[in-house]
């Protein structure tokens, strides 16, 4: 069964860094993989993602300040936030495709990301 557990949320002030993990079991970290984040209030946007293939894509609101990496040796999937604003501040989700066919990172990408973790909760504060 595959699982995964989000970890490295937190307060920061605007303009700081986050590194979220995200430690993946059961499932070929080379798959497509991504995340998603929920403000309060708001519906889950998501945020970008990485296919089989290593390319990204990211949501306009996040690119050139957010970076999704992997390490497949750990079994983690990473979310690098940087210059951070308070309009980012959510739950953030790792989420998977547990499938087995090769997928690019963006809209197929997205489509294929069925299981979810549980969240970590990061603070903008300015």
């Known amino acids: 069964q595959v699982q995964l557990a989000e970890s490295g949320g937190g307060s920061v002030q605007a303009g700081g860094s986050l590194r979220l993990s995200c430690l993946a079991s059961a499932v070929n970290l080379r798959n497509c993989m991504g995340w998603f984040r929920q403000a309060p209030g708001k519906e889950r946007e998501g945020v970008g993602s990485?296919?089989?293939?290593?390319?990204?894509s990211y949501a306009d609101s996040v690119k050139g300040r957010f970076t999704i990496s992997r390490d497949n040796a750990k079994n983690l999937l990473y979310l690098q936030l940087n210059s951070l604003k308070p309009e980012d501040t959510g739950m953030y989700y790792c989420a998977a495709d547990p499938g087995l066919v090769p997928r690019v990172a963006g809209t197929e990408c997205f489509r294929y990301l069925v299981v979810w973790g549980q969240g970590t909760l990061v603070t903008v504060f300015s």
């Open positions: 990485i296919g089989s293939d290593g390319s990204t």
